[in-house]
């Protein structure tokens, strides 16, 4: 470790070593002030995002985007609605945890007219309520209008857990594995987290969906711009401490 106070009295740095030790120090320093606007630049784009997010999910509802992929940037949690058939029996139950307690998100194919499927986030479902038999009345037949917000599809699993079709366990919601193991063809590349429509019979509860963008930019900001002033602090230091010397 360099020693930035000489303990023999009157002793100088070689002008390598002082050189050295000073790039050191600024080069440390850039990089904290690089840091720091980053983050301020993460900071601005994560309010921007907020602000046309909000704009989204309370707009009025647009037709669901059909035959194209989309992109998360300008579609997620677009409020869209789109008309069709639900097919009770190639329910997906995806394990997950709520306001309401753990339980199921029931996941069904929305059968479009021209053939195309989306799956539908319908809403959560405690375990009690994961057999449709104890809630016949919300397995709703002939055509409907789903509402909701377009999510993009969360491919393999959770961060802890990895979905096992061969099980029927699932951890996260898969569109394209989904629709593979349901055997349901041309399923769009997104699915629709139902809104808070009450369903019949009360089950399953949609309107779950939690849209949180965590924001703590400006706090990193602070924390790498302060480095960067005790950096600049250091450097004062060592140049004070040559001067005294010579």
Known sequence: MTDLSDTKPGSRRSPAKLLALCGLILFAMAAFVALGIWQIERLYWKLDLITRVDQRIHAEPVAAPEGRNINPADDEYLRVKATGTLDNSKETFVYTSTELGPGYWVMTPLMLADGNAILVNRGFVPAEKRDPKTRTD??????????????????????????????????????????????????????????????????????????????SHLSYAITWFAMALMMAALLAIVIRSELRRR
């Open 138 to 215: 919300g397995q709703l037949s002939g055509p409907v209008t789903v509402t909701g917000l377009l999510r993009p599809t969360e491919p393999k699993g959770s961060m802890l857990k990895s979905n096992d079709p061969a099980t029927g366990w699932w951890y996260s919601r898969d569109v394209a594995a989904i629709a593979a193991d349901k055997g349901v063809a041309k399923a769009e590349p997104y699915f629709i987290d139902a809104d808070a429509t009450p369903n019949p019979g009360g089950s399953p509860v949609g309107g779950l969906t939690r849209v949180v963008f965590p924001n």
